[in-house]
């Protein structure tokens, strides 16, 4: 096995690929151990590497620093554009309460930050780790380092936040859990409130079949209905007597009739008050040659088109009752243009659903392969947006956006555009996920790798566990404010309450914590709802405290 330990011992680009291999094997293996369902996931792979470097098993300088680079972009790249399709559908009037108070929760985490490294008397590098593991948050770890390296002698500080947030990572996991079962004590009494459902904390959409009473309606036409162009209510089908119809913009509407619509909650509930009163017969279960369809958008002729232009309900007799992107349902209003990817909720017959699912394309395989051309376009694009110098007033040298900002920019914008000319910006969930974790494995095992001869010198003779009761403040403090506001405030149920708190802290873990503990699906939704914004304004805000508050 000699050939084994040459290998291990000799530098070469074999070693060097070899000794990130163990690291992620090792890291992946170590933070897929979980206790009562609690494990550190990928942030496992940052503590490998901190052991490997800790024995000096490490790669070479150039190796490393490129890793850890690609690593970034590939990550910062993959994740602007899992979220940028959603981005503004997350702002959208029923999110912004709790987009408010997650950005609530950042704010106050920046500040919580700021006071530490005051009081504490630490240096902003270390502080601004201790930011991003006390909030669980890797990206803004990566972008906190990136910054860094821009600044005039901030290199040699770039090891710095790792450190910091080695030390915050455990206990931020665990302080969202704690604040999570203290306020389940604190709501004890309130849990079976009928708020626990949480449509009014998120306001997702609707069913409801509402039977026709007002006199004053009988004759008129469904888009002559009073309020209800602007209303952001959907009717797919309508009961006459004993047939059931697909209901189109010009069908009349009769006294007893039975219409099913689709809406949010509060607009549902004004639409019942102008039409009548709610039906207990459901037209989805009595639906008679009535079917329902998913229907994937994936043919670039219908791109940037609304489901107003493409005029189903007359050419198909089929009505689209929503729109779901990037997890997030929305009413499709007349400005709501059509992105790849998305899927359409559609009512009608079988042979003309088949007809319009042919017309959007409705291909699978279609979607899940990745555009190579689009994905390096857009990764070139972020590099070049990051590498161009900002020039801000006061600032002894121009920053910039950097390997972190710059691609995460531009996914999410392009993203969000969705198509230029022939070109389609769609990033499939599988291949997403592979960049994600790839990159940020390869930029975790390198920060470790890097960091690890310091680590637990620091640990035990330079402040270590003084720092982690500092991280303990920046995890808590923000929790608990927002938690309590939320409440008081808001009267926000517990289940969106967790979802909140996972989302505004980005981990996954929380999420899966909040799940079990609220036997609820709530809390996915109000942790979809805040994740994009979050997820950027935790990147921002990692650069503002390195650039501004560095010393």
């Known amino acids: 096995m000699s050939w084994l330990s040459d290998l291990l011992s000799t530098p070469s680009v074999a070693h060097d690929v070899l000794v990130l291999s163990l690291v992620a094997i090792g890291g992946l293996g170590f933070g897929s151990l979980r206790i009562k369902g609690i494990g550190l996931g990928i942030a496992g792979v940052l503590f490998a590497g901190l052991l490997f470097g800790h024995f000096n098993v490490t790669v070479s300088h150039e190796i490393l620093d490129f890793a850890r680079d690609l690593g970034l972009i590939l990550f910062v790249y993959a994740l602007g554009m899992q979220v940028g399709p959603g981005f503004i559908g997350s702002l959208r009037r029923q999110g912004l309460p709790l987009n408010a108070l997650a ?17 504490g008397n630490i240096p902003m590098p270390v502080a601004v780790g201790l930011f991003s593991g006390g909030t669980t948050n890797t990206p803004s770890l990566a972008a906190a380092q990136q910054a860094l390296k821009e600044l005039p002698n901030g290199a040699a ?20 859990i704690l604040t999570m079962l203290l306020a389940r004590l604190a709501m004890r009494g309130q849990l079976a409130e009928p708020v626990e459902r949480g449509d009014d904390d998120i306001k997702s959409l609707e069913t409801l ?51 099913l619509a689709v809406g949010e909650a509060e607009n549902l509930r004004e639409f019942q008050t102008i039409v009548g009163k709610s039906s207990d017969v459901d037209l989805r279960e009595v639906g008679g040659q009535i079917a329902t369809r998913r229907i994937l958008v994936t043919r670039r002729q219908v791109l940037g088109k609304s489901i107003h232009q493409l005029n189903w309900a007359a050419r198909y007799g089929t009505v689209v009752t929503r729109v779901v992107r990037a997890g997030i349902e929305l009413v499709p209003r007349k400005r709501l243009r059509l992105q790849f990817g998305d899927v359409l909720l559609a009512v009608g017959g079988e042979e003309v659903l088949s007809q319009a699912a042919q ?35 006061g600032m002894p040298a121009p920053i910039k956006l950097g390997l972190a900002g710059g691609p995460l920019l531009a996914a999410i914008a392009l993203s969000s555009i969705g198509r230029i000319g022939p070109l389609v910006w769609h990033l499939p969930n599988s291949a997403g996920m592979a960049l994600r974790e790839l990159g940020i494995a390869l930029f975790l095992a390198c920060v470790g790798l890097k960091a690890g001869d310091a680590f637990v010198p620091t640990l035990l003779q330079g402040g270590g566990f003084i720092w982690m009761a500092w991280a303990a403040l920046i995890t808590l403090v923000p929790l608990f404010i927002v938690a309590i506001t939320a409440r008081l405030w ?39 709802t805040v994740y994009p914004l979050v997820m950027i304004a935790r990147i921002v805000s990692a650069q503002i405290l390195v650039i501004f508050f560095s010393r």
């Open 490 to 528: 808001l009267k926000m149920s517990f289940p969106a309450l967790c979802g909140l708190l996972a989302g505004g802290m980005t981990d996954p873990p929380a999420l899966a914590f909040a799940q079990n503990i609220t036997d609820s699906d709530v809390p996915v939704i109000s942790y979809a």
């Open 359 to 393: 017309e959007a394309g409705d291909s699978p395989k279609e979607l899940e392969h990745p555009s190579m051309l689009t994905l390096f376009i857009g990764i070139g694009l972020g590099v070049a947006l990051g590498s161009c110098p900002i020039f801000l007033p």
């Open 103 to 119: 950005l609530a929760l950042v704010v106050l985490g920046v500040l919580t930050t700021l006071a530490v490294s005051k009081l």
């Open 157 to 176: 500080a770039a090891a710095m936040p790792g450190l910091g947030y080695a030390v915050a990572y455990p206990f931020g996991v665990l302080g969202i």
């Open 209 to 259: 079949n509402v039977e026709v009473q007002n006199p004053n309606l009988d004759g008129l036409e469904i888009r002559k209905l009073p309020r209800f162009k602007d209303s952001g209510v959907v009717v797919s089908r309508l009961q006459h007597g004993e047939n059931i119809e697909i209901a189109r913009a010009e069908t009349s509407v009769h006294v007893g009739d039975i219409l």
